[in-house]
Structure formats: structure tokens, C-alpha cells
């Protein structure tokens, strides 16, 4: 990645993620770009799981959609055990 920021990304940090086949720059705390493409790359898995998972061959956006939702769902599940469920 070169040091020339995107201007979206300009006041904050940003680092570049190899993502679904592709190479895509995205913002993310100043100092956590580790942990950015840390968490990218295991969003990347969950995706990939979800293609997998399907019968049919499915766009990049519908596995990402399906992967988040499921993320959520396990965001739920994990604060009603901690009694802090959503409605």
C-alpha cells in the first residue's frame, strides 16, 4: 500500500485487505490497522463458509450480507446470555 491516504480516510487510518478476490482499502482506527485485517480476514472465513454452505453460486455482496447477519445473530445470542438482549 502506498502512504497516500484516500481522502474518505484522510483524518483516520486506513489499511488495504485483501478481500473475496479482491484488494480493497478501508478506514479504521488509528493504531488497530492489525487488528482491521485481523477481523477482515475472519470475516473473509465466514463469508467463504457461507459460499460453501449454498447450493448455488452466490455474488461476493449476498455472502457478506448473509456472514453479517449471522455475525449479529451471534452478537444476540451472546448479549441475552449476558442479560442485554435486543428487542
Known amino acids: 500500500m502506498n502512504d497516500k491516504k484516500l481522502p474518505a480516510f484522510e483524518d483516520i487510518g486506513q489499511v488495504e485487505v485483501d478481500f473475496l478476490g479482491q484488494r480493497i482499502v478501508i478506514g479504521c482506527v488509528e493504531g488497530e490497522e492489525e487488528k482491521a485485517l485481523r477481523l477482515a480476514k475472519r470475516f473473509e472465513i465466514d463469508a467463504g463458509e457461507v459460499t460453501k454452505a449454498v447450493s ?15 455475525a449479529y445473530e451471534q452478537i444476540e445470542e451472546a448479549e441475552a446470555g449476558y442479560g442485554h438482549g435486543v428487542a
Open 56 to 70: 448455488a453460486e452466490i455474488e461476493p455482496i449476498q455472502a457478506m450480507l448473509m456472514a453479517g447477519i449471522l
